[in-house]
Each structure stands twice: as structure tokens, then as C-alpha cells.
């Protein structure tokens, strides 16, 4: 009896969210999806590159990775600068 009350509670959760999802969610324009996509790719990079970074025992290979976190950040803080406000 549990696993089916379990299961219409999900079934519920998911309907909210999906019927929620669709009146909230705006249209991006083209140029808006393209920059968030990037925006994201950049964070995934600098995420997987920490994670690299803490289990790194090599100390070229952390300079390495130091470097290309300098330069995801860069990116970061230059798409940031680049940033048109959402009208």
C-alpha cells in the first residue's frame, strides 16, 4: 500500500512541475539560449576541473589544471561583462 501511495505522490510532483514549468518558463531569444548554453558549458569545465584539481598528485599536471581554471574564470567574468540585462 505504501509503494502506491509513493507512487502517486511522484505522479503528482511530476504533473506540478510540468504544468508549473509552462507558465513560468519565458522564451529566450537565440542569442540569449546560445550564451546560457556557453555560460553552462563554462561551469561544467570549471566544476570537472576542480574535481580534477583535489584528486591531481602531479604537480605539472595540477599547474595544468590551475591554468585552464584561470581560464574558464576569465571567460566567466568576460561573459559576465558581456551580459545584457533581461528586459
Not at 500500500?1 to 509513493?6: D, I, L, P
Not at 570537472?48 to 581554471?69: N, W
Amino acid at each position: 500500500m505504501a509503494r502506491g501511495w509513493e507512487s502517486k505522490s511522484v505522479e503528482d510532483q511530476i504533473q506540478e512541475r510540468e504544468s508549473g514549468s509552462g507558465e513560468t518558463r519565458r522564451r529566450l531569444t537565440r542569442e540569449q539560449a546560445e550564451f546560457q548554453a556557453r555560460r553552462e558549458g563554462l561551469q561544467m569545465v570549471r566544476t570537472r576541473t576542480l574535481m580534477s584539481l583535489q584528486s591531481a598528485c602531479d604537480s605539472r599536471y595540477r599547474a595544468h589544471l590551475e591554468r585552464i581554471l584561470s581560464d574558464v574564470d576569465a571567460q566567466l567574468r568576460a561573459l559576465a561583462a558581456e551580459e545584457k540585462p533581461n528586459p
